[in-house]
């Protein structure tokens, strides 16, 4: 005999098992065992996605909180296919995402709207929570960010909007800085740079912090050609005399 699937379809998504799904996982591989269980690893069958995105944009009407998107989708995802509570809320905001994306959904810090509809007005609890998390950030050697939104109250949806509207700058899933801060050091960095190859220890001890911070600035202008890293250190790199942050 020849095994289609080590790992078949559990609970609900059980009742996507008809004969032909079964049998085109023989021909068409990948696509047609995901098309048979209907989500895999946060990847959603073409009739799934469709039906996680009306659920949330029926859950929008015309403005509603983010998060009350996100766990309307994640129900809806959980009635038609088998996913741990966590796998369907991350696949949801995934979905949400993807509608933002698109231009079907538009989102505002920690609320979404259909496109058309007047902006909600802004939340002033929200407005101090965000101001509160840029403040945090403006250190040089600023707490993980996902710390610092806690403590300031301040969602991940309104994190994303001060990182499109450039007022913080995100090196990673746990670093980030207020912007003119980043720039203030990269700045450094540049200038340093231009004096003699920086090494990691050097911007460290100017900037008083530690190697954790210094690596993801130098990794960050390197990627962006403001540096360039060599056997001796870092130098300026093409983009040095134009840009420090765009």
């Known amino acids: 005999g020849v095994v289609l699937d080590v ?18 996982v023989a021909t068409r591989g990948q696509a047609a065992r995901l098309d048979l ?51 369907a809320a991350s696949t949801a905001a995934a979905v949400i995402d993807g509608l933002v994306a698109a231009g079907r959904l538009v989102q505002h810090g920690g609320q979404v709207r259909r496109p058309g509809t007047d902006a909600p007005a802004p939340d002033p609890a929200l407005i101090e929570a965000m101001d509160r998390l840029v403040a945090a950030l403006a250190v040089p050697a600023p707490p993980a960010l996902a710390e610092a939104a806690r403590t300031a109250g301040c969602p991940p949806a ?76 870092h130098v300026p790199g093409p983009r040095a005399p134009t840009a420090i942050l765009r």
């Open 37 to 87: 269980h209907g989500a895999i690893e946060g990847r959603l069958a073409d009739d799934v996605r469709a039906a996680a995105e009306e659920a949330a944009l029926d859950a929008v009407a015309p403005a509603a909180a983010t998060a009350d998107v996100r766990s309307s989708t994640a129900a809806a995802l959980r009635r038609i296919v088998s996913l741990r509570r966590d796998e």
């Open 158 to 233: 309104a994190v994303r909007d001060l990182e499109r509207s450039g007022r913080i700058v995100v090196l990673g899933p746990e670093l980030a800085y207020e912007a003119s801060t980043y720039r203030d050091l990269a700045a450094r960095a540049v200038a340093m740079a231009e004096a003699a190859s920086l090494t990691p220890a050097a911007f460290r001890d100017a900037t008083g912090t530690s190697r954790k911070y210094v690596m993801a600035i130098l990794e960050d202008l390197d990627r962006r050609a403001i540096l360039r890293r060599t056997s001796d250190g």
């Open 7 to 24: 790992q078949p379809p559990r609970g609900i998504s059980r009742r996507r098992q008809t004969a032909d799904r079964v049998a085109a």
